[in-house]
């Protein structure tokens, strides 16, 4: 059925985002190319041998010279560490512990995700967030941590210090673009100065069903997507990782993926012109993450819930021409557990092509998903090409928000 979607593709050259390398290398590669130019320059070797060079050209040398140095550098990283860099895993409490310590120490997670049960003011957070960067940063192979949040305004807003906003329905009754970028900027400022760099937001689900209810911006998905477009430019003004959520629009459900596996039963049509284009003008939009899903569409897999299916993830990639992260919904949910495990959706979701595993279960639960994607790496159950890539396209979201820098600040 997915040869019936017709989306055109887009100009890959807006959305693309481009690799970087690893961190603590790229930091010692800026300093040598410092010294090697100013070498050139004393050494009266400039100026004129450069005449008709353009700039272009030269932007486009430096950055396959980036690209290729951090592909060698991936590939350098053993499967546990690339498998880790894979999970956003959730925290026990108000202040790191030992599990939660553990996982960054041991297993090179990725990122944290915190609820409303982790915080209780800006300083606090700060206080849980900062020692677990410091940690990630001074261990191995030195990568910061995404560190998450569900803000969306309205009820999905677990920060206490951030000032309340409007629901997105709301704002979509208003139809202003200008007040959905203003919104999201202003969270994304606030959330930012506790060290939260990733909004797990905007929703971009059209329609008003189960589990999404006032999240949506509306039931016409042209002004979702003005809509949800306009939000992802105001993360990005905040300087903060934005996901467009709930692939391919959990708004047409009638139950919820937390405790069950909505199946949404539209046609190619429809799928094209009515779930689709708010997906669509956040990719042209350059958002750097998109979420998957526990939602099943018959349309492009009729067995698996889009977070687990090869197909849904190739339509986002291949007909949206997304070249960013794609993320799961928590995997702890039952739309995604289906009665098995969050161990056994890891697989499944890493097979199907996901680069990023969000995962709320207890650190045990955690601990076994981490520990089933490295033994089908290492079975070769899931091919280690596959897993590179999705490290090299988290890689470069961390390096173009420079997490780093922001743990400095």
């Not at 997304?322 to 702890?332: H, I, K, R, S």
Request: hydrophobic share 40%; charged share 20%; proline share 6%.
């Amino acid at each position: 059925m997915l040869s019936a979607v017709n989306c055109r593709h887009r100009d890959l050259e807006q959305t693309l985002i481009r690799p970087h390398g690893p961190f603590v290398v790229w930091d010692a590669l800026r300093v040598a190319l410092s010294l090697a130019s100013l070498i050139f320059i004393l050494a009266g070797c400039g100026g004129a041998s450069m005449e008709g060079h353009s700039d272009g050209g030269q932007d486009q040398n430096s950055s396959r010279g980036r690209g290729n140095e951090e592909a060698s550098i991936v590939s350098e990283m053993s499967v546990r560490d690339m498998v880790g860099q894979m999970f956003v895993v959730s925290v026990g409490g108000t202040e790191p512990d030992y599990y939660i310590e553990k996982m960054v120490r041991e297993r090179n997670i990725g990122g944290v995700i915190l609820f409303g049960y982790n915080m209780r003011s800006e300083e606090q957070v700060e206080s849980l967030v900062g020692p677990l960067q410091k940690l990630s940063i001074e261990t191995e192979p030195a990568v910061p941590l995404f560190v998450a949040v569900d803000q969306e305004g309205g009820d999905i807003a677990s920060g206490p210090w951030v000032s309340p906003q409007p629901a997105a329905a709301e704002v979509g009754s208003r139809g202003d673009p200008d007040e959905a970028r203003d919104i999201a900027a202003t969270m994304g400022r606030q959330i930012l100065r506790a060290g939260i760099n990733t909004d797990l937001a905007p929703v971009v689900d059209t329609g008003f069903g189960v589990a999404i209810g006032n999240r949506s911006y509306g039931e016409d998905p042209e002004l979702v997507a003005r809509m949800g477009a306009a939000a992802v430019d105001g993360f990005e003004e905040a300087g903060v990782i934005s996901a467009a959520k709930h692939f391919p629009n959990h708004g047409p459900a009638t139950s919820d993926s937390h405790v069950s596996l909505p199946i949404i039963r539209h046609d190619a049509k429809t799928l094209q012109s009515y779930d689709l284009p708010p997906f669509d003008a956040a990719v042209d939009a350059g958002v750097p993450m998109v979420m998957v899903g526990h939602l099943v569409y018959p349309a492009i897999d009729p067995h698996n819930p889009a977070s687990l299916s090869r197909d849904a993830i190739s339509l986002l990639r291949r007909d949206l021409g997304f070249e960013g992260v794609v993320v799961t919904d928590d995997l702890a949910m039952a739309g995604a557990k289906g009665g098995g495990t969050p161990a056994e959706a890891a697989v499944e979701a890493v097979g199907a092509g996901a680069d990023l595993l969000i995962i709320s279960s207890p650190p045990q639960q955690q601990a076994e998903a981490y520990d089933a994607v490295v033994a089908a790496v290492e079975s070769g159950e899931i091919p280690r090409a596959g897993i590179r890539e999705s490290i090299e396209r988290v890689l470069a979201v961390k390096e173009k928000y420079d997490l780093r820098g922001a743990e400095r600040h």
